[in-house]
């Protein structure tokens, strides 16, 4: 990056461009901007539509809740419909517009900058449990239809696609789905056995309950990983099958994607989606060691630490808590920070100085420098070598706002490890530029 070789990239919208002239030409001066990765706000035609799952305009509540994921018991999994009764079909937002996105690649392209398109799959967002099944082919061939026309009528370089994961680490029902009948037929497709990892999952949680809190603590003390924990604790391997299954089921759907989408567009088209902070990329659904065999490049979020990372930490730890009477809360924590590869880190030790919704949490007590280096160094590790790999990191947006300085050693970070460059999620730490919404 310092070389003025490597990639540097931005989250945009249309209007963004539109409304904003003299922003992009900031952007290249200050920061080298060479790509921007655009959300897609076009209009999608009838043939398209034909693919949509919905069954109407809002679907009914009947049909999002056949499109859900579901829980060990198969209970649906989602607390509120706003985000699918809000949707044309699965991701997509009505009022777009053909014209105003097209100007705004024209506007991108007309300074040298690339452009790729950025589209959602399966998790409705990152606050929301709802993710449509992974499992159903109507939902999947509507993803499929969808993703192969926008690369084949938008122009641009790349298709980049987000939420491609199983939903909110911190919350029990996101590491628990989906356990529906078409993800057993999957899972049996795949060599798996749904009912054996079911009951592994309910076994590890009594094997939780009758444990020790001075047992549990004792093994916080311990350099111990994952592997430690499940042999130590008496663990199904059905609960490590788990999580190796859904990681089988992102990479089998991912590659279905790409092929038709390759297909579709022309040839030096780059297809990919972002990948989740290497420590915890399993439990999410992301196996990093397999990336190439589906994406043509890494994105790794690594730009929000409190909803990915803390927050996960925290709730895990509190879950201990209450499975097991009178684990003190630096106990939970701290078997929970060695289980997930964060204890070497100087991370709190009680909940409060975790700061979880401040403004300031992802840096106030938090070594936050040393957490984006250690995912960053894991996912170079990981990833297949060659695979061109890009750091998303805060420049300035939403939720929070970090210290200019830990941007520009992670950016040093980043290139030292081997990124190709880095992906920014707004620029208000960057630029001085007022951006009118």
Not at 84 to 90: E, Q, V
Not at 255 to 273: E, I, T
Request: hydrophobic residues 40%.
């Amino acid at each position: 990056m310092g070389s003025g070789t490597g990639k540097i990239g931005l989250y945009l919208g249309s209007r963004d461009i539109l409304q904003n002239p003299g922003y992009l030409e900031a952007l290249q001066r200050a920061m080298g901007l060479n790509l921007v990765i655009l959300g897609f706000s076009g209009e999608a035609p009838p043939e398209v539509m034909a693919a949509n799952p919905f069954d109407g305009q809002p679907p009914s509540k009947e049909r999002i809740l056949s499109l859900v994921t579901r829980d060990l018991d198969g209970q649906p999994i989602l607390r509120k419909y706003d985000s699918a009764m809000h949707s044309l079909g699965p991701h997509t937002a009505p009022g777009g517009d053909d014209r105003e996105l097209r100007e705004a690649i024209r506007q991108v392209h007309a300074l040298g900058i690339d452009v790729w398109l950025l589209a959602g799959v399966w998790v409705s967002s990152d606050y929301d449990l709802l993710m449509y099944c992974p499992n159903d082919e109507a939902v999947n061939h509507w993803y499929e239809t969808h993703f192969a026309y926008i690369a084949a009528n938008y122009g641009v370089e790349g298709l980049d696609c987000t939420h491609a994961r199983y939903p909110m680490l911190s919350e029990l029902p996101g590491l628990l789905s989906c356990g529906c009948e078409r993800c057993a037929r999957a899972a049996a497709s795949l060599g798996y056995d749904m009912p054996q990892m079911i009951a592994a999952w309910r076994a590890a949680t009594q094997a939780l309950q009758r444990l020790d809190a001075r047992y549990v603590a004792e093994l916080g003390r311990l350099a111990m990983g994952p592997f430690d924990y499940l042999q130590l604790l008496g663990l199904d391997r059905g609960v490590a099958q788990w999580f190796r299954f859904r990681c089988e089921v992102i990479a089998r759907n991912v590659a279905r994607f790409r092929r038709a989408v390759h297909a579709a567009a022309r040839p030096g088209f780059l297809y990919g989606v972002d990948t989740y902070p290497t420590s915890l990329s399993m439990f999410a659904g992301h196996d990093h060691t397999r990336w190439a065999e589906h994406s043509d490049f890494a994105s790794p979020l690594i730009s929000h630490v409190d909803i990915f990372v803390t927050k996960a930490l925290v709730s895990w730890a509190q879950v201990l808590q209450r499975l097991i009477p009178g684990l003190a809360e630096p106990d939970a924590l701290r078997a929970v920070h060695r289980f997930t590869g964060y204890d070497t880190l100087a991370l709190p030790t009680n909940y409060a100085d975790y700061a979880l919704g401040e403004p300031d949490s992802e840096f106030r007590h938090i070594p936050l420098r040393a957490l984006l280096a250690l995912d960053m160094a894991k996912a170079r590790l990981y990833l297949p070598q060659g695979l061109p790999c890009y750091p998303i990191i805060q420049g300035g947006g939403a939720p929070h706002l970090w210290p200019r300085e830990i941007v520009d050693q992670t950016m040093q970070d980043a290139e030292a490890l081997g990124h190709a460059g880095v992906i920014f999620q707004g620029t208000r730490n960057m630029v001085p530029f007022e951006l009118k919404s």
